[in-house]
């Protein structure tokens, strides 16, 4: 108590001798009734009588903002908005910048039998399962390029710009997860054997993820709550019911990903031999489709 009385004295004696106080001095200065009363925010209300201001709960920077600049609190809080909007058109930005666009890959991805395993293992250990999953998920999407749409649970749709790295992804995941360090008790788990865990000949261990591949063109906007890139149509369609034929631990591809994987080596094998190489006929549907859709927006 006696370090806060001199505290408050010291303000009052800053004042007292003809100096300029510091917008917390002079803070302190009108709580305590010292000197003249000056503008204080409180949780409610905008006051200047001292025996209100002593409900003032203090923030140094922003009763700074008050006192120096002589702000209102509506003027404050309309600063702050038009901050909080900048950074948030900014982030729009740049991620309609770096989203793939006209003829793209879509990755879907989801966790085999993830309700039951919730329902055995509880919330704790499952989110820790579902910790480690998305990890590797995040970083292997950005090791192949992949541009993260949404999740939605333990399932991510996931962009290419171009289909083996899709593909690459998509395997890169599959080692990775087989790779993890997982828990014991999944590891050991004999109730959901069929779900996860390891399988006794060893080639199934940890979470099962089931990814489906579709390449095509999409139309695309900005998601006013994710302000990511989301993608719409026919594609996206196809792109959910390829991941819906796999099984975990399975990557699943349509004909048009498979094409437009093996174009890309025929291009690469063409090009170092100085020959023209033609695109196959789902590439080039896929092409005229990108076409027709740039036409529509």
């Not at 120096?68 to 702050?80: I, N, V």
């Not at 991620?95 to 003829?103: F, L, Q, R, T, Y």
């Not at 998601?223 to 390829?242: C, E, M, Q, W």
Request: net charge negative; hydrophobic share 40%.
């Amino acid at each position: 108590a006696g370090g806060a009385g001199g505290a408050v004295g010291g303000a009052g004696d800053e004042l007292a001798g003809g100096l300029a106080p510091s917008p917390w001095a002079r803070l302190k200065a009108a709580v305590t009734g010292k000197g003249p009363p000056v503008p204080l925010m409180s949780r409610t209300s905008f006051t200047t009588d001292p025996k209100l201001a002593k409900a003032h709960v203090p923030d140094p920077l922003r009763d700074s903002l008050v006192l120096e600049q002589g702000l209102t609190p509506a003027q404050l809080a309309k600063r702050h908005r038009e901050s909080v909007q900048a950074t948030v058109n900014k982030a729009a930005e740049e991620a309609a910048a770096e989203a793939p666009k006209g003829v793209i890959t879509l990755a879907f991805t989801d966790i085999q039998g993830s309700t039951r395993l919730w329902e055995h293992f509880g919330e704790m250990r499952m989110k820790a399962l579902l910790d480690v999953h998305n990890v590797i998920m995040r970083k292997c999407l950005r090791r192949h390029r992949g541009y993260e749409v949404k999740t939605e649970g333990d399932a991510f749709m996931i962009s290419f710009q171009h289909a083996a790295q899709g593909l690459g992804f998509a395997m890169d995941v599959q080692a990775r997860l087989h790779e993890a360090r997982w828990p014991d008790f999944l590891l050991g788990s004999q109730e959901v054997a069929d779900l996860a865990g390891t399988s006794a000949d060893g080639a199934w261990r940890g979470l099962r993820v089931r990814i489906g591949l579709h390449t095509g063109a999409c139309l695309s906007d900005l998601d006013p709550t994710t302000k990511r890139i989301d993608y719409f149509g026919h594609s996206v369609n196809l792109s959910a019911r390829v991941e819906s034929q796999a099984e975990g631990g399975e990557v699943v591809c349509s004909q048009h990903t498979y094409d437009s994987v093996m174009w890309d080596r025929d291009i690469a094998q063409m090009a170092a031999m100085g020959a023209e190489a033609r695109p196959p006929a789902g590439a080039q549907a896929a092409g005229a489709a990108a076409a027709a859709v740039e036409g529509a927006a």
